[in-house]
Protein backbone atom coordinates (compact mmCIF):
# COMPACT_ATOMS: atom_id res chain seq x y z
CA UNK A 1 0.00 0.00 0.00
CA UNK A 2 3.13 2.15 0.52
CA UNK A 3 6.56 2.66 -1.14
CA UNK A 4 8.93 4.50 -0.10
CA UNK A 5 11.89 5.34 -2.43
CA UNK A 6 15.33 6.71 -1.19
CA UNK A 7 14.06 8.48 0.95
CA UNK A 8 16.89 11.16 2.72
CA UNK A 9 16.29 13.76 5.43
CA UNK A 10 18.84 16.36 6.35
CA UNK A 11 19.00 18.45 9.54
CA UNK A 12 21.71 21.16 8.93
CA UNK A 13 24.81 18.62 8.03
CA UNK A 14 23.58 15.86 10.19
CA UNK A 15 21.65 12.96 7.98
CA UNK A 16 18.90 11.76 10.18
CA UNK A 17 17.54 9.19 7.42
CA UNK A 18 19.80 8.03 3.78
CA UNK A 19 18.39 6.36 1.20
CA UNK A 20 15.29 4.46 3.04
CA UNK A 21 13.67 2.64 0.34
CA UNK A 22 10.95 0.34 1.79
CA UNK A 23 7.59 -1.55 0.87
CA UNK A 24 4.36 -1.89 3.20
CA UNK A 25 1.71 -3.88 2.39
CA UNK A 26 -2.20 -3.81 3.65
CA UNK A 27 -3.12 -5.57 6.60
CA UNK A 28 0.34 -6.20 8.43
CA UNK A 29 1.99 -4.39 11.40
CA UNK A 30 5.47 -3.56 11.17
CA UNK A 31 7.91 -2.96 14.18
CA UNK A 32 10.46 -0.31 13.42
CA UNK A 33 13.42 -0.35 16.23
CA UNK A 34 16.45 0.85 16.26
CA UNK A 35 18.54 3.40 19.19
CA UNK A 36 17.95 6.62 20.01
CA UNK A 37 18.19 8.78 17.27
CA UNK A 38 18.16 6.36 14.36
CA UNK A 39 15.79 8.30 12.61
CA UNK A 40 12.79 6.68 13.97
CA UNK A 41 10.69 9.66 14.49
CA UNK A 42 11.72 11.25 11.27
CA UNK A 43 10.95 8.85 8.83
CA UNK A 44 7.24 8.04 10.83
CA UNK A 45 7.08 11.88 10.65
CA UNK A 46 7.93 11.97 6.67
CA UNK A 47 5.81 9.21 5.97
CA UNK A 48 2.67 11.07 8.11
CA UNK A 49 3.48 14.25 6.03
CA UNK A 50 4.34 16.32 9.01
CA UNK A 51 7.82 16.43 7.53
CA UNK A 52 7.43 17.52 3.54
CA UNK A 53 10.84 19.10 3.35
CA UNK A 54 12.61 15.57 2.36
CA UNK A 55 14.55 14.23 -0.83
CA UNK A 56 13.29 11.15 -2.53
CA UNK A 57 9.72 9.67 -2.72
CA UNK A 58 6.78 8.40 -0.94
CA UNK A 59 4.08 6.73 -3.55
CA UNK A 60 0.91 5.09 -1.96
CA UNK A 61 -0.07 2.48 -4.20
CA UNK A 62 -3.97 0.69 -3.94
CA UNK A 63 -5.99 3.29 -2.10
CA UNK A 64 -8.61 5.14 -3.96
CA UNK A 65 -7.93 7.96 -1.22
CA UNK A 66 -5.78 10.63 -2.88
CA UNK A 67 -4.50 12.65 -0.27
CA UNK A 68 -2.56 11.20 2.48
CA UNK A 69 -4.29 12.89 4.93
CA UNK A 70 -7.19 11.36 4.74
CA UNK A 71 -5.02 7.76 4.72
CA UNK A 72 -2.98 8.20 7.63
CA UNK A 73 -3.90 8.24 11.49
CA UNK A 74 -0.27 9.21 13.68
CA UNK A 75 -0.23 8.56 17.22
CA UNK A 76 2.39 10.89 18.25
CA UNK A 77 5.12 9.61 20.81
CA UNK A 78 3.84 12.60 23.42
CA UNK A 79 0.03 12.60 24.57
CA UNK A 80 -1.42 15.35 22.69
CA UNK A 81 -4.75 15.82 24.76
CA UNK A 82 -6.71 18.68 26.22
CA UNK A 83 -6.37 18.20 29.90
CA UNK A 84 -8.98 20.15 31.29
CA UNK A 85 -12.06 19.34 28.79
CA UNK A 86 -13.63 15.77 28.08
CA UNK A 87 -12.59 12.62 25.96
CA UNK A 88 -15.87 13.71 23.89
CA UNK A 89 -14.80 16.77 23.68
CA UNK A 90 -10.96 15.55 22.46
CA UNK A 91 -12.41 13.64 19.70
CA UNK A 92 -14.67 16.08 18.91
CA UNK A 93 -11.65 18.56 17.76
CA UNK A 94 -10.15 15.88 16.31
CA UNK A 95 -12.67 14.38 14.76
CA UNK A 96 -13.33 18.13 13.12
CA UNK A 97 -9.86 18.30 12.15
CA UNK A 98 -10.18 15.47 10.24
CA UNK A 99 -13.22 17.07 8.58
CA UNK A 100 -16.02 15.12 9.91
CA UNK A 101 -19.51 16.98 11.35
CA UNK A 102 -22.73 16.10 12.54
CA UNK A 103 -24.14 12.81 13.15
CA UNK A 104 -20.97 11.41 11.50
CA UNK A 105 -19.06 12.31 13.74
CA UNK A 106 -21.04 11.97 16.41
CA UNK A 107 -21.58 7.71 15.31
CA UNK A 108 -17.58 7.68 15.14
CA UNK A 109 -17.03 9.45 18.44
CA UNK A 110 -18.91 6.70 20.03
CA UNK A 111 -17.63 3.69 17.81
CA UNK A 112 -14.07 4.77 18.94
CA UNK A 113 -14.58 5.58 22.54
CA UNK A 114 -15.91 1.80 22.66
CA UNK A 115 -12.72 0.42 20.63
CA UNK A 116 -10.51 2.04 23.21
CA UNK A 117 -12.87 1.08 26.06
CA UNK A 118 -13.68 4.29 27.72
CA UNK A 119 -17.53 4.73 26.68
CA UNK A 120 -17.92 5.26 29.96
CA UNK A 121 -15.52 7.64 30.88
CA UNK A 122 -16.78 9.83 27.78
CA UNK A 123 -18.17 12.54 29.67
CA UNK A 124 -14.69 12.79 32.25
CA UNK A 125 -12.02 15.38 32.54
CA UNK A 126 -8.40 14.26 30.96
CA UNK A 127 -6.85 15.25 34.04
CA UNK A 128 -8.66 12.60 36.15
CA UNK A 129 -7.54 9.67 34.00
CA UNK A 130 -4.60 7.74 34.11
CA UNK A 131 -1.97 7.55 32.03
CA UNK A 132 -3.11 3.96 30.31
CA UNK A 133 -6.70 6.06 29.95
CA UNK A 134 -4.71 8.96 28.30
CA UNK A 135 -2.77 6.77 26.35
CA UNK A 136 -5.75 5.01 24.73
CA UNK A 137 -7.66 8.38 23.64
CA UNK A 138 -4.15 9.48 22.11
CA UNK A 139 -4.98 6.35 19.80
CA UNK A 140 -8.70 6.87 19.67
CA UNK A 141 -8.11 10.25 18.03
CA UNK A 142 -6.04 9.49 15.45
CA UNK A 143 -8.94 6.45 14.27
CA UNK A 144 -11.42 8.98 14.38
CA UNK A 145 -11.58 9.23 10.10
CA UNK A 146 -11.18 5.19 9.58
CA UNK A 147 -7.59 5.72 8.62
CA UNK A 148 -6.02 2.55 6.05
CA UNK A 149 -2.49 2.78 7.21
CA UNK A 150 -1.78 4.01 10.99
CA UNK A 151 1.36 5.19 12.73
CA UNK A 152 2.05 4.64 16.51
CA UNK A 153 4.96 6.13 17.79
CA UNK A 154 5.88 4.35 21.24
CA UNK A 155 2.26 4.29 21.90
CA UNK A 156 2.82 1.99 25.09
CA UNK A 157 5.29 3.81 27.07
CA UNK A 158 4.23 4.13 30.59
CA UNK A 159 1.67 2.06 30.76
CA UNK A 160 0.28 -0.73 33.02
CA UNK A 161 0.23 -4.42 31.30
CA UNK A 162 -4.14 -4.25 31.22
CA UNK A 163 -3.75 -1.08 29.17
CA UNK A 164 -1.11 -2.94 26.72
CA UNK A 165 -2.98 -6.10 25.88
CA UNK A 166 -6.24 -4.06 25.20
CA UNK A 167 -4.01 -2.02 22.45
CA UNK A 168 -2.22 -5.12 21.27
CA UNK A 169 -6.04 -6.45 20.98
CA UNK A 170 -6.93 -3.23 18.85
CA UNK A 171 -3.85 -3.73 17.23
CA UNK A 172 -4.78 -7.54 15.83
CA UNK A 173 -8.54 -5.77 15.33
CA UNK A 174 -7.38 -2.99 13.00
CA UNK A 175 -5.38 -5.69 10.99
CA UNK A 176 -8.28 -7.76 10.69
CA UNK A 177 -10.41 -4.99 8.70
CA UNK A 178 -6.99 -4.35 6.43
CA UNK A 179 -5.39 -1.31 8.00
CA UNK A 180 -1.36 -1.42 8.11
CA UNK A 181 0.30 -0.14 11.17
CA UNK A 182 3.73 0.65 11.77
CA UNK A 183 4.64 0.60 15.20
CA UNK A 184 7.93 2.23 16.67
CA UNK A 185 8.89 0.61 20.15
CA UNK A 186 12.38 0.06 22.03
CA UNK A 187 9.90 -3.05 23.52
CA UNK A 188 11.63 -6.11 21.27
CA UNK A 189 9.36 -8.35 23.28
CA UNK A 190 6.24 -6.22 21.91
CA UNK A 191 7.91 -6.25 18.37
CA UNK A 192 8.15 -9.66 18.56
CA UNK A 193 4.57 -10.16 19.91
CA UNK A 194 2.57 -7.86 17.44
CA UNK A 195 4.25 -7.38 14.29
CA UNK A 196 4.48 -9.64 11.42
CA UNK A 197 7.94 -8.12 10.49
CA UNK A 198 10.68 -5.67 11.74
CA UNK A 199 12.72 -2.70 10.06
CA UNK A 200 15.84 -2.10 12.25
CA UNK A 201 17.42 1.21 11.79
CA UNK A 202 20.49 2.56 12.85
CA UNK A 203 22.28 5.73 12.21
CA UNK A 204 19.51 6.47 9.61
CA UNK A 205 19.91 3.53 7.55
CA UNK A 206 18.16 0.27 7.13
CA UNK A 207 20.22 -2.31 9.09
CA UNK A 208 18.09 -5.15 8.36
CA UNK A 209 14.33 -5.65 7.74
CA UNK A 210 12.43 -9.09 7.03
CA UNK A 211 10.23 -11.38 8.78
CA UNK A 212 10.58 -11.60 12.67
CA UNK A 213 10.34 -15.56 12.68
CA UNK A 214 13.00 -15.31 9.74
CA UNK A 215 15.01 -12.70 11.48
CA UNK A 216 15.33 -14.34 14.43
CA UNK A 217 16.50 -17.85 13.03
CA UNK A 218 19.32 -15.73 11.26
CA UNK A 219 20.82 -13.85 13.87
CA UNK A 220 19.44 -15.30 17.50
CA UNK A 221 21.15 -18.22 18.54
CA UNK A 222 19.62 -20.21 20.36
CA UNK A 223 21.06 -20.97 24.09
CA UNK A 224 20.69 -22.90 27.62
CA UNK A 225 21.12 -21.74 31.23
CA UNK A 226 22.41 -24.05 33.63
CA UNK A 227 22.77 -23.20 37.12
CA UNK A 228 24.23 -25.91 39.57
CA UNK A 229 27.37 -26.34 41.19
CA UNK A 230 29.72 -29.50 38.63
CA UNK A 231 27.02 -29.71 36.66
CA UNK A 232 28.69 -27.97 33.46
CA UNK A 233 30.55 -30.25 31.60
CA UNK A 234 34.77 -30.34 30.95
CA UNK A 235 34.13 -30.90 27.57
CA UNK A 236 32.29 -28.23 25.83
CA UNK A 237 32.44 -29.75 22.32
CA UNK A 238 31.52 -27.09 19.49
CA UNK A 239 29.73 -24.65 22.63
CA UNK A 240 30.16 -21.42 23.25
CA UNK A 241 29.96 -20.86 27.26
CA UNK A 242 29.97 -17.18 29.02
CA UNK A 243 29.45 -16.76 32.92
CA UNK A 244 25.63 -15.38 33.75
CA UNK A 245 23.94 -14.48 37.14
CA UNK A 246 25.29 -17.68 39.15
CA UNK A 247 25.22 -19.95 36.20
CA UNK A 248 26.39 -20.18 32.83
CA UNK A 249 24.86 -19.74 29.48
CA UNK A 250 25.77 -22.33 26.88
CA UNK A 251 25.52 -21.01 23.34
CA UNK A 252 24.93 -23.49 20.42
CA UNK A 253 23.10 -23.87 16.91
CA UNK A 254 22.15 -27.53 18.03
CA UNK A 255 20.38 -26.88 21.96
CA UNK A 256 18.82 -30.58 22.25
CA UNK A 257 22.26 -31.61 21.75
CA UNK A 258 23.75 -29.49 24.36
CA UNK A 259 20.77 -30.01 26.83
CA UNK A 260 21.65 -34.13 25.97
CA UNK A 261 25.44 -33.55 26.94
CA UNK A 262 25.00 -31.61 29.80
CA UNK A 263 22.21 -34.10 31.27
CA UNK A 264 24.46 -37.06 30.43
CA UNK A 265 27.44 -35.14 32.60
CA UNK A 266 24.94 -34.56 35.32
CA UNK A 267 23.98 -38.72 35.05
CA UNK A 268 27.55 -39.74 35.34
CA UNK A 269 28.68 -37.47 38.10
CA UNK A 270 25.38 -38.01 39.80
CA UNK A 271 24.91 -34.44 40.24
CA UNK A 272 21.30 -32.24 40.24
CA UNK A 273 21.26 -29.10 38.26
CA UNK A 274 19.32 -26.23 40.42
CA UNK A 275 18.27 -24.75 37.01
CA UNK A 276 18.27 -26.21 33.27
CA UNK A 277 16.42 -24.36 30.69
CA UNK A 278 16.32 -23.74 27.03
CA UNK A 279 16.16 -19.91 26.25
CA UNK A 280 14.41 -19.05 23.12
CA UNK A 281 16.27 -16.49 20.26
CA UNK A 282 15.20 -13.54 20.83
CA UNK A 283 14.50 -10.02 19.20
CA UNK A 284 16.47 -8.27 21.63
CA UNK A 285 19.50 -10.49 20.52
CA UNK A 286 19.23 -9.55 17.07
CA UNK A 287 19.01 -6.09 18.03
CA UNK A 288 22.14 -6.10 19.51
CA UNK A 289 24.14 -8.40 16.73
CA UNK A 290 22.63 -5.77 14.08
CA UNK A 291 23.52 -2.47 16.54
CA UNK A 292 26.25 -3.11 18.85
CA UNK A 293 25.94 -2.66 22.53
CA UNK A 294 27.59 0.39 22.98
CA UNK A 295 25.69 3.43 24.33
CA UNK A 296 23.64 6.20 22.07
CA UNK A 297 23.39 9.84 23.04
N1 LIG B 1 14.06 19.06 14.48
C1 LIG B 1 15.31 18.60 14.44
N2 LIG B 1 16.35 19.44 14.23
C2 LIG B 1 17.62 18.98 14.16
N3 LIG B 1 17.96 17.69 14.30
C3 LIG B 1 16.97 16.80 14.52
C4 LIG B 1 15.59 17.21 14.60
N4 LIG B 1 14.83 16.10 14.82
C5 LIG B 1 15.69 15.07 14.87
N5 LIG B 1 16.96 15.47 14.69
C6 LIG B 1 18.16 14.63 14.64
O1 LIG B 1 17.93 13.61 13.67
C7 LIG B 1 18.42 12.35 14.12
C8 LIG B 1 17.27 11.35 14.15
O2 LIG B 1 16.36 11.74 15.19
P1 LIG B 1 14.98 10.98 15.46
O3 LIG B 1 14.23 11.76 16.49
O4 LIG B 1 14.31 10.72 14.16
O5 LIG B 1 15.50 9.60 16.07
P2 LIG B 1 14.69 8.45 16.84
O6 LIG B 1 15.18 7.15 16.28
O7 LIG B 1 13.23 8.70 16.75
O8 LIG B 1 15.19 8.64 18.34
P3 LIG B 1 14.46 8.28 19.74
O9 LIG B 1 14.46 6.77 19.84
O10 LIG B 1 15.37 8.91 20.74
O11 LIG B 1 13.07 8.87 19.72
C9 LIG B 1 19.07 12.60 15.47
O12 LIG B 1 20.44 12.82 15.25
C10 LIG B 1 18.39 13.88 15.96
O13 LIG B 1 19.23 14.59 16.80
Known amino acids: MLNLNHVKKQY ?3 VA ?8 SRGKCYGLVGPNGAGKTTLLKIISSIIQDFDGSLTFTDSPRAKSKELIGYIPQEICLEETVTAWDNLSFFGKIYGLKGQT ?3 RINAVLKDIGLTDKAKQK ?9 RRLNIGCALLHTPDLIIMDEPTVGIDPQSRRYIFNMIEKLKEHGCTIIYASHYMEEIEQICDEAIFIDKGAIAENGRVDELLQRYAIPSIYLKGENCLPKENGDFTISPKKEGHLILTESPLLAMEHVIN ?14 SQARLEDVFFSLTGSQLRD
Open 126 to 134: ISTYSGGMK
Open 12 to 14: GRN
Open 105 to 107: LKL
Open 265 to 278: HCKTHAVQPEQLEL
Open 17 to 24: LNDISLNF
